[in-house]
């Protein structure tokens, strides 16, 4: 586990609800729009495509300079960002470390695309690792994540054939027994069509983070600023 310098991991042990954006494509400009409109994090991704935005991602060095620019602008707000280094069959200590030493705050990953070489010394402790559970994990499987090394479970759980259908009381059940088997902080992505007016029942469970993604946001940095800042005023409202 973390030693405690991950700034993601202070954010989620502080009393807030923590608003991350998961950007739909590595471009300054989505970044800058997120930040603006009051997101606390971002993540950002390589080696994959993602399925909600249907948008490829290519590799550490050929994002790099995307990369760089958004941990500028980033780092110039205080705002900790986030990496998934990829949805190969399994991503080695290597890849872990390559991305580390770039400065992200944080790593992301399915548990299944992780090496076990994640959980040994081959991977240093400054950075927070968040395991990812999605909706083929088995309830045990769930519960043992309370007792491997991670820092932050996210509740990637919604079959894809139920992205972008509104969030159900069956889910906020399911979010909260997430948290109440891993006793850690939970995260909880818009894979929903997730609404600002859903956050106090969403807090009410006892996750501790609301991830926006592509989902909710869509890709355009206008629609970015416009959903992030009225989830950052529902927040707000709240604390």
């Not at 290519?58 to 280094?85: F, H, M, Y």
Request: proline fraction near 5%; aromatic fraction near 6%; hydrophobic fraction near 45%.
């Amino acid at each position: 586990m973390t030693d405690g310098n991950s700034t993601f991991l202070t954010l989620l042990n502080s009393r807030r609800i923590v608003l991350i954006m998961s950007l739909p494509g590595n471009e300054p400009e989505l970044a800058s729009a997120a930040i603006d409109s009051g997101a606390d994090v971002l993540k950002v991704h390589i080696n994959l495509e993602h399925r909600a935005s249907g948008l490829k991602f290519g590799t550490l060095e050929e994002e790099r300079s995307n990369l760089e620019k958004i941990l500028d602008l980033a780092g110039k707000s205080g705002v900790p960002v986030g990496i998934v280094p990829g949805a190969m069959s399994v991503i080695d200590a290597g890849q872990i470390q390559e991305v580390e030493a770039f400065g992200f705050d944080f790593v992301s990953a399915y548990a299944h695309h992780l090496s076990p070489a994640v959980l040994s010394g081959a991977v240093t402790s400054r950075v927070a690792k968040m395991i990812a559970a999605d909706s083929t994990y088995s309830v045990e499987e769930i519960e043992a994540m309370a007792r491997v090394e991670f820092d932050i479970v996210e509740a990637s759980i919604i079959p894809p054939e139920g992205y972008g259908e509104p969030l159900s009381c069956r889910d906020l059940l399911s979010y909260q027994n997430i948290v109440g088997w891993t006793g850690k902080p939970v995260v909880v992505p818009t894979q929903r069509r997730i609404s600002p007016e859903d956050v106090p029942a969403l807090v009410a469970t006892g996750i501790r983070a609301i991830m926006l993604g592509a989902v909710v946001t869509g890709c355009t940095p206008e629609n970015i600023a416009t959903q992030v800042a009225v989830f950052r005023r529902s927040i707000d409202e709240l604390f």
